[in-house]
C-alpha cells in the first residue's frame, strides 16, 4: 500500500489514535469506544504486543478504589498532601471519583477482584497514607491486560501491534495535530496514521531500569517536539531495590513485619521518619538509605525475616507471574534470599515528569490529548495509585479525544512533514553500521543511577552530570542502525538522553527538597517559593524552564496539616 506523499507504506485512517497499550491506553481506546457515536473508529497502537507488554502487564495491579461508603474527601487531601501538593488537585479528585466506576466497567469485562465471606472486597492500605485502599484483580496485570485486549476487540477497536511511533504529525494550515508515523518494530515497514485526535498514553521515561525493560517513555518526548510542554521533570520513582532478584511487595511485607536494616544491623528507617518508620513512602526511604551511605553505614538490607511464615506463601505466590516462576525455578532458594536479609539499593526507577495538560487531559497542542503515567497529573504515586490514576486519565482523555472530534477542524496531512518525518527514520539506517546504542545506554545508566545525581542531588554533581551528559550525545549523534531493532533502540535511547537533560536541569532549577526531588544543598521543603508547577517549553529550538502556579480547589498545605489527614505530610518541610 503506498502511504501519505507517495511512500511505499501503509497509511491508516482513523478517528481516534491511542499510542501505547498499557492502562492509560487501554482505558483510552475503551472510553473512546464507548463515547463516540456509533461507527468512530478508534485505533490502538503499541511498539509491542497490547495485553502482553509494559509496566502494566507485569504488575501486580493493585488499584486505588473508593467505594461509595468511603471519605472521598479524605483520600483526595492525604493523596494531594502525599504528592507535596504537586498535584492536579481536581484531576486528582476526578479519577478517584470515577475509580469505583470503572472497577465495575472492568468486572463486566470479566475481570475478578477477591471478596472475603461476607462479600466485601479485599482491600488492604498502602504505604503513607490512611484513608487510602487498594486491592488488585485476580491474576495480576497480565490478567488485567489481556482481558482489557478482548474487551477492545469485542467492541470494534482497531489494534495495531509492534508498530513503534517515531514522530507526531502537526499537519499544515493551523489545523490539529494529524496523528503519527511509525515503523513495525520487526519489519520496519514505514506507517502513516491519520487521526483526527491523538492520546498518547506511552508510560513514563525510563533508563532500562526495573524489572520491564521496554519502557522508555518516547511518546512524551515527542509530544514534547511537536509543541506540547513538559511538567514534573525533577520528580522521580525513587526506591529501594536489591541486585539480587526483582521482588514486587515491600510495601505489604513491611506492613507484616520486615525491616530495613544498615550495616550495623540497625532499624534506621524510625531515625529519618519518626512517624511512618519504614512504612514511609519510597522517596523517604530512597533519601534515608543515601544518608546511611553517606555515613558509611552500607550496605543496607531488607529483613524479610520477621515476616511469619504461616503467610510468607503470599509473597512467593505472586501475581506477577513471570516472578512467580522465578521463584519457583529458585526452589527453596527462594526462602533463603528472600526471608533472610537481602542488600538493597536506592534505584531511580523512572521519571514521574510527563506531558502538561489540563484536567480533561488536553495538551497545548490542539488535537493531542494525554493519559496514564505520560501525563503530569501528580508527581507521586504511590502504590497502587499510579494504577487508579491510569485508568481515570484514560477514561477522561477518551472522553475529550470524542467531544473533539467535533469541536476541532479535521486536521490535514503535509506531504512535506510525512516525507521529512520518513527521511529522518531512514537516516538512522546503515546496513554497515555496528550496533552500539546497549554500550551507550549503560554510559548513561552510569550517569544516571548514580544515587548521587538521581537521588540525592546537589548543584555541583548535577552540574558535573550536566557535562558528562553533553559527551554522551555528542557521541550519540555519530551512531546508525544496522537492522530495525536497532532503530528502534536508538530512536528509544535518543529520548532518553533528552529526558536526562530535562531531569538534570529541573533538578538544579528548582532549588528545594519536595517529594521525590532531593536536594542535599537545598534540604526543606519550601513552600513560599516553589509551591508551583516547573514547566519545560520548547521555544525556538531551545527547552524554557517556568514556574507555573498551582490551583488548589481542594485543599492546601494549612488545612491538611491542622485536619484529619495530618500524618499524610511526611518528612522534614512538612
Known sequence: ???????????????????????????AAL??????????????????????TGHAAFSNAWMVVVEPEDDLDAVAREIIAGNDYIADQALVQEVLAMSWARMKDLERLELRFPVDAQGRYVRRPTRGLDATRVLCPVGGGLEFCWRLRRGLEAEGVQILDRIFVTGLMRGRGGAPLAGAVGVHSRTGAFHVIKARTTIVCTNAVTFRSGFVRDITGTGTLLAYRAGASLRNMEFSYTRPSTPRFYFEGITFAIQEGARFLNAKGEKFMPRYEPVWGDEADVPRIARAMSLERQAGNTPIYLDMS?????????????KVKWMELFFRKLGTETGTDLFGAAPYYALNQMTKGGIRTDRYCRSDVPGLLC???????????FAGFHFGMAIGTGWIAGRSAVEDLERLAAPLLDEAEVRALHREVRASRDDAAEAQSDRLLRRLQGLMFAYDVSVWKHAERLGAALTELEAIRDEFAHLAAPHTHELVRLKETEAMLLAAEFMLRTSLYRTESRASHLREDFDARD??????WVDVTQE????????????????TPAEVRSG????AVRGAGA
Open 1 to 27: 500500500m503506498v502511504a501519505a506523499g507517495g511512500l511505499q507504506g501503509t497509511l491508516v485512517q482513523t478517528d481516534v489514535l491511542v499510542i501505547g497499550g498499557g492502562v492509560g491506553g487501554l482505558l
Open 31 to 52: 472510553s473512546a469506544k464507548r463515547h463516540g457515536a456509533p461507527g468512530t473508529r478508534v485505533t490502538l497502537l503499541d511498539s509491542w504486543l497490547v495485553g502482553r
Open 306 to 318: 520477621g515476616v511469619p511464615p504461616e503467610i510468607r506463601s503470599h509473597f512467593i505466590d505472586s
Open 371 to 381: 493519559a496514564g503515567l505520560a501525563q503530569a497529573g501528580a508527581c507521586n504515586h
Open 527 to 532: 513552600d513560599a517559593r516553589w509551591l508551583c
Open 540 to 555: 525556538g529550538g531551545e527547552a524554557r524552564l517556568a514556574q507555573t502556579p498551582i490551583p488548589m480547589p481542594v485543599c
Open 564 to 567: 484529619p489527614v495530618q500524618r
